[in-house]
């Protein structure tokens, strides 16, 4: 699979509340990318096989194999949660699944899937209110919170700063339940999120808490693109100009290495 593919999700998707493994965001993640901004729909039988995700990621064949085949086993139950609240309906809370079928075809190392139709317009003919990153800002990824608060930082990539409320991000995240406390939380996820995107992605990223009274309820991030490092260019020295700079015994290797200049 070719690089420089590009991702794009509605900010809703973005912010909706699930909970996939690493495989199974990957295998989406694949998927999206390959359709190279053609318009995805639930009536196609997407395939995503393991060579793509060799490529892609840079995982051995054997462990893109078994995040196919794990992919496969758990992403049919998934499901998305995402407030409902259009124009001239009632507000609601929405519920529906990724795929609508799913297969794992083990003698060609790849996974068949369809869209489920609610999911459809939170990923094509997209608008207003989306979000669009390269895929590879995330690929090297290993975690799928990292790469998720990755995609929440970028949706605010025009002020460099957002400020997320603790709870809310439990809940988006799905792991209200795993996390309780809020020393855990920053062991656990929010610090090996950040040490991941400082890594692998083209931002850099500090946080900060926030508290309410004397609790801390908000997490406030800045981040900026990352300088981009120029290598530096040697300077350049004639022999008479070295001679003149030249210590006693000296050769022109060693000049040329303490001062840090090529002698031509």
């Known amino acids: 699979m070719s690089k420089n593919l590009q991702i794009k999700k509605s900010n809703a998707l973005i912010e909706a509340g699930y909970r996939l493994t690493l495989g199974e965001h990957r295998l989406i993640l694949?998927?999206?990318?390959?359709?190279?901004?053609q318009t995805l729909?639930?009536?196609?039988?997407y395939e995503v096989d393991a060579l793509s995700v060799v490529d892609l990621v840079g995982v051995t064949r054997q462990t893109a194999y078994e995040e196919l085949k794990d992919a496969a086993d758990r992403l049919f139950n998934r499901q998305i949660t995402v407030p409902y609240d259009q124009a001239g309906e009632t507000p609601a809370i929405r519920r529906f699944r990724w795929v609508q079928q799913i297969e794992y075809v083990e003698t060609l190392g790849l996974v068949r899937f369809q869209f489920t139709s609610a999911l459809i317009p939170y990923l094509s003919e997209l608008k207003e209110r989306f979000t669009v990153y390269p895929i590879d800002d995330v690929v090297k990824m290993t975690s799928i919170h990292a790469i998720r608060l990755y995609e929440l930082l970028v949706q605010w990539r025009s002020t460099g700063k957002?400020?997320?409320e603790i709870a809310w991000l439990k809940k988006t995240f799905?792991?209200?339940d795993s996390y309780k406390s809020i020393s855990d939380l920053k062991r656990w996820v929010i610090a090996p999120a950040i040490e991941q995107i400082n890594?692998?992605?083209p931002i850099e990223v500090g946080w900060k808490q926030k508290k309410t009274g004397r609790s801390v309820t908000h997490l406030v991030f800045e981040f900026a693109p990352k300088k981009s490092l120029k290598p530096k260019t040697k300077k350049t020295l004639s022999r008479d100009q070295a001679k003149d700079l030249a210590r006693p015994g000296e050769s022109w290797d060693d000049v040329s290495k303490r001062l840090g200049v090529i002698i031509l």
């Open 30 to 37: 694949a998927c999206i990318a390959k359709s190279k901004g």
């Open 41 to 45: 729909n639930d009536q196609t039988l």
């Open 162 to 164: 957002r400020e997320i």
């Open 174 to 176: 799905q792991i209200a």
């Open 199 to 201: 890594l692998h992605s």
